[in-house]
């Protein structure tokens, strides 16, 4: 980190940062542990076309928040210098999660899902990882993953010659398959990226989540996500599904709802996602 952006955080913190240290494991931005001598902060850093990003990304944060459900790490700032963009947030001592935090965060998730909207969608577009995800609100579920999940990531796969126009479905079929499966979905306000990356246990075991694509829709979208790349203890479903139960269709909405993070996926990273996007195209469209 060069001086002047140290100086810089260290004036809006009104604190003088000692120390930064690179954190691994972020595929989209850079990350450091910020330490001064009284506290530790988190930063992410990337280019200045980026800080929509960590602007969208912090009003997810503050909005879950505020449902006083769940954890977040508190927002100190965002912003531009120079070449770059940052965000800069509490850093969370971590700790590897047990049966029982499992278990807390199973409930607390539960909680989330319980905040609701008249409407599925949110009044602010954000992303998923680097892409833009689509937010304009819907009165109807199938409605809204059709047209600002489903659609808009096949539309980048064919457009960049991931998948052929014969591979990806015709509007019009998604719905037919869709109307069937989502009978009696209420909104509930969503993580929106909920896989294991993106959850912490503090030492003392209080639940945290981060990096956040938030919007209203169905609760188990989030599910879907703990489910793909695996991460998430028995106890935490468990505890979640005492407050929400699987249906009939569960299973077959958990697949249609990993279909939209593998698009996403297939998308970012490439085709070794295009085997497991195939496979759901065929089975349900």
């Not at 120079?82 to 909680?111: H, T």
């Amino acid at each position: 980190m060069n001086k002047g952006l140290k100086l810089h955080l260290s004036n809006l913190l009104e604190d003088t940062i000692i120390n930064v240290s690179s954190i691994g494991g972020g595929d989209i931005s850079r990350a450091y542990k910020a330490d001064t001598s009284n506290c530790a902060y988190f930063l992410k850093m990337n280019s200045v076309s980026a800080l929509n990003i960590f602007k969208t990304e912090a009003y997810g944060l503050d909005l879950i928040a505020k449902t006083n459900t769940i954890k977040t790490p508190n927002i100190i700032a965002f912003g531009k210098f120079e070449n770059a963009s940052f965000l800069l947030m509490d850093f969370i001592e971590s700790k590897r999660a047990s049966a029982e935090d499992y278990e807390i965060l199973g409930e607390q998730l539960a909680a989330l899902h319980k905040c609701t909207s008249e409407n599925f969608g949110l009044d602010k577009d954000n992303y998923i990882g680097s892409l833009p995800q689509s937010n304009t609100t819907h009165n109807t579920w199938v409605e809204f993953y059709t047209y600002e999940r489903l659609l808009p990531q096949l539309e980048i796969a064919k457009q960049i010659g991931l998948l052929s126009g014969s591979e990806s479905p015709p509007e019009q079929r998604i719905i037919g398959q869709l109307e069937s499966l989502f009978n009696g979905i209420k909104p509930s306000l969503l993580h929106g990226d909920l896989w294991s990356g993106n959850y912490l246990i503090s030492k003392v075991g209080e639940p945290y989540l981060i990096d956040p694509a938030v919007y209203y829709g169905h609760n188990e979208v989030d599910i879907a996500m703990t489910k793909l790349f695996g991460g998430f203890g028995n106890t935490f479903y468990e505890s979640y599904h005492s407050h929400f139960p699987s249906y009939s269709n569960t299973s077959a909405r958990i697949e249609i709802y990993q279909l939209y993070y593998l698009l996403v996926h297939l998308n970012l990273f490439g085709s070794s996602y295009y085997g497991s996007v195939v496979t759901i195209l065929n089975k349900y469209f």
